[in-house]
């Protein structure tokens, strides 16, 4: 938990994509010091006219290589989103040559009993987690 949704345009290969998910995992983990094994992510590929992230007013262009990350968790300190917002910024523009103009990033904040991990029980409140 967090839990990280990808949406992105068809076209990046197997190998383009797991890197992608493993440097937003590790991004995640030092931001939120959250378990290594925390991880939960879902990709959505999509066709151009499914898809569409303008830039809402700030003077850039996307490009096809854009993507859009919703992150589902607990409450995060305003500190650790924007730490994880540059981090990963940097991270893929270094380790997957995405552009940070091509990135964005939404929370979706939840808690302790929104989240079920398995066998109809909520873990953070029955203190299994």
Not at 37 to 47: C, E, F, M, P, T
Not at 56 to 66: H, I, Q, S, W
Not at 106 to 119: K, Y
Request: with cysteine; net charge negative.
């Amino acid at each position: 938990m967090p839990l990280i949704r990808f949406d992105m345009l068809e076209g990046r290969t197997e190998t383009e994509i797991t890197k992608l998910l493993d440097v937003a995992h590790h991004v995640m983990v030092e931001c939120f010091q959250v378990p290594e094994g925390d991880r939960y992510q879902l990709v959505s590929q999509h066709k151009p006219y499914e898809m569409i992230v303008k830039d809402t007013g700030l003077g850039f262009e996307r490009t096809n290589d854009v993507i859009v990350l919703t992150v589902t968790s607990r409450p995060r300190t305003t500190e650790q989103k924007q730490s994880f917002y540059r981090q990963l910024t940097e991270a893929l523009q270094a380790e997957c040559s995405i552009d940070p103009k091509d990135v964005m990033v939404s929370f979706v904040i939840n808690d302790d009993e929104d989240w079920s991990f398995g066998f109809g029980r909520a873990q953070f409140l029955t203190g299994e987690l």
